[in-house]
């Protein structure tokens, strides 16, 4: 670590834009590997025999409900175990300033303070409220680039097969684990390190590279907008519990959608209704009057 890694007015070195790029890449590629295995044994006996096709008849394969819970489990915990294999690498830059600073640097790079109750409940209508308007433009996306078949349409199926207990494994794999590991990663450690520059480049950089990360073209789009939501909902409560909360409140409303809505998963879903759309706009100013206006 050189003096010109140390901005002037910080005690410690700080995690430059540069690092947390890199280990953005490192943890897009871990994660991608350890797909590609699932993929593998997928096929597998171990897997529970081949992947069948959804219901239709079209459309992508969709893989038993069960291995889908361990596979994402384990692409998620890889990324989580790349962050803190960073961070036992980074104390080393700290280990001279003693373990009071390191955990000092820890608490400006994952913040986890309370938010007061007006944050949080902003956060989590920011999140709600988001969620027609994601869908809107994945599609929007989906259309545009002839894509058949979703990654969102396969996780559809698979809520739709799965039993109550798979069921309930899934609200933890897909609903808490990834909105945990995604964001301190995002709105922790890559918002942090842009934040050094600009709080308007944390914010859209750590929501490009989220988005960029879920790696469905389709889903990007989508994926963005709720990175911007998460990002305001840390950059005004100044702590990532809120965009944590945020976003396990989203994918759990996904999941439950999906489980329990009326739409069924070979529906048309690329019409987004218009009572939805209001409905989120509206709930788009609560959650930013609830986070930015006067309390």
Same mark, same amino acid.
């Given at each position: /670590?050189t +003096?010109a +890694?140390?901005?002037?007015?910080?005690?410690?070195?700080? #995690?430059?834009?540069?690092?947390?790029?890199v280990?953005?890449?490192? &943890?897009?590629?871990? /994660?991608?590997?350890v797909?590609?295995? &699932?993929?593998? *044994?997928?096929?597998?006996?171990a &897997?529970?025999?081949q992947?069948?096709?959804p219901? @239709?008849g079209?459309?992508?394969?969709?893989?038993p409900?069960?291995?889908?819970?361990?596979?994402? &489990?384990?692409g998620e915990?890889?990324?989580?175990?790349?962050?803190?294999?960073?961070?036992v690498?980074?104390?080393?830059h700290?280990a001279s #300033?003693?373990?009071?600073?390191?955990?000092?640097?820890?608490?400006?790079?994952?913040?986890?303070?309370?938010?007061?109750?007006?944050?949080?409940?902003?956060?989590?209508?920011?999140?709600?409220?988001?969620?027609p308007?994601?869908?809107? $433009?994945?599609?929007?996306?989906?259309?545009?680039?002839h894509?058949?078949? !979703?990654?969102? +349409?396969?996780?559809?199926?698979i809520?739709h !097969?799965?039993?109550?207990a798979?069921?309930?494994? /899934?609200?933890?794999?897909?609903?808490?684990?990834?909105?945990?590991?995604?964001?301190v990663? %995002?709105?922790g450690?890559?918002?942090?390190?842009? $934040?050094?520059?600009?709080l308007?480049?944390? *914010?859209l950089?750590?929501?490009?590279?989220f988005a960029?990360?879920?790696?469905?073209?389709s889903q /990007?789009?989508? !994926?963005f907008?709720?990175?911007?939501a %998460?990002?305001? $909902?840390r950059?005004r409560? $100044?702590?990532v519990? @809120?965009?944590?909360?945020?976003?396990?409140?989203?994918?759990? %409303?996904i999941?439950? @959608?999906?489980?329990?809505? @009326? !739409?069924g998963?070979?529906? +048309?879903?690329?019409?987004?209704?218009?009572?939805?759309?209001?409905?989120g706009?509206?709930?788009?100013l #609560?959650? #930013?009057? *609830?986070? %930015?206006g006067?309390?």
């Amino acid at each position: /670590m050189t +003096d010109a +890694d140390r901005p002037r007015g910080h005690d410690v070195p700080v #995690l430059l834009p540069r690092h947390a790029l890199v280990l953005c890449l490192i &943890a897009a590629v871990v /994660m991608v590997l350890v797909g590609v295995l &699932a993929s593998e *044994l997928a096929g597998s006996p171990a &897997a529970g025999g081949q992947a069948q096709g959804p219901a @239709t008849g079209a459309g992508p394969a969709v893989p038993p409900p069960s291995w889908f819970i361990w596979a994402t &489990a384990a692409g998620e915990l890889s990324v989580g175990l790349v962050v803190i294999g960073a961070w036992v690498a980074w104390r080393k830059h700290l280990a001279s #300033l003693g373990a009071a600073a390191a955990r000092a640097y820890l608490s400006v790079l994952i913040p986890t303070g309370r938010p007061s109750v007006r944050s949080a409940l902003g956060a989590l209508v920011l999140a709600i409220s988001a969620a027609p308007l994601a869908e809107l $433009a994945a599609r929007w996306v989906q259309a545009m680039l002839h894509i058949s078949a !979703t990654s969102g +349409d396969v996780v559809a199926h698979i809520v739709h !097969t799965a039993g109550r207990a798979e069921f309930g494994w /899934m609200l933890l794999s897909l609903a808490l684990l990834p909105a945990l590991v995604e964001e301190v990663l %995002f709105r922790g450690v890559v918002f942090a390190a842009f $934040a050094t520059e600009s709080l308007k480049e944390a *914010l859209l950089v750590s929501s490009l590279l989220f988005a960029a990360f879920h790696l469905d073209p389709s889903q /990007m789009a989508g !994926t963005f907008l709720l990175g911007l939501a %998460f990002g305001l $909902a840390r950059l005004r409560s $100044a702590t990532v519990v @809120t965009s944590v909360l945020a976003h396990a409140l989203y994918n759990a %409303f996904i999941l439950l @959608t999906l489980r329990f809505g @009326t !739409t069924g998963p070979d529906d +048309d879903a690329a019409a987004v209704s218009g009572t939805s759309l209001g409905a989120g706009f509206v709930g788009l100013l #609560l959650g #930013l009057w *609830l986070l %930015f206006g006067r309390p």
